[in-house]
């Protein structure tokens, strides 16, 4: 019966400090990276998307990396490309692109680090291998 007792409390306590963990206010950093990988991961579906004009093709290339210092003209040219703007997923992405350059020039200008400044790095990324499931 003790053994069983230990395991219920480390499982109550493990789970309280999930909840604890998931109650935590964003930073700045953390709301700046979930906005990246969803801005990227927009760009990859309206990419893949049938339903879209054909000048999402002609658009540029769009993966953020926020310790990058070169994402910031990378998001500047997005928002700035001229075309599809009448096609409501690319005004949609364009204006959460926006929010990020607004995002980490003004409120977060003093949490953020740059660990590199290589352009190419956003325009040919590196990508981690995926993994077989």
Same mark, same amino acid.
């Given at each position: 019966?003790?053994? +069983?007792?230990?395991?219920?409390?480390?499982?109550?306590?493990?789970?309280?400090?999930? &909840? &604890?963990?998931?109650?935590?206010?964003? +930073?700045?950093?953390?709301?700046?990276?979930?906005?990246?990988?969803?801005?990227?991961?927009?760009?990859?579906? &309206?990419? /893949?998307?049938?339903?879209?004009?054909?000048?999402?093709?002609?658009?540029?290339?769009?993966?953020?990396?926020?310790?990058?210092?070169?994402?910031?003209?990378?998001?500047?040219?997005?928002?700035?490309?001229?075309?599809?703007?009448?096609?409501?997923?690319?005004?949609?992405?364009?204006?959460?692109?926006?929010?990020?350059? /607004?995002?980490?020039?003004?409120?977060?200008?003093?949490?953020?680090?740059?660990? +590199?400044?290589?352009?190419?790095? &956003?325009?040919?990324?590196?990508?981690?291998?995926?993994?077989?499931?």
């Amino acid at each position: 019966k003790l053994p +069983t007792m230990k395991m219920l409390l480390s499982l109550i306590a493990l789970l309280s400090a999930a &909840l &604890l963990a998931n109650a935590a206010p964003p +930073t700045c950093y953390s709301r700046v990276l979930s906005l990246s990988k969803e801005i990227t991961e927009s760009f990859k579906e &309206l990419q /893949t998307s049938k339903a879209v004009d054909s000048c999402v093709e002609m658009m540029p290339r769009l993966y953020l990396d926020i310790h990058n210092y070169c994402v910031l003209a990378k998001l500047r040219d997005f928002v700035a490309y001229p075309r599809c703007d009448r096609v409501l997923e690319v005004s949609e992405l364009k204006e959460k692109a926006r929010s990020l350059y /607004t995002i980490m020039i003004s409120y977060c200008r003093r949490d953020l680090v740059f660990l +590199t400044d290589d352009c190419n790095a &956003l325009e040919n990324p590196i990508l981690p291998p995926i993994e077989p499931s």
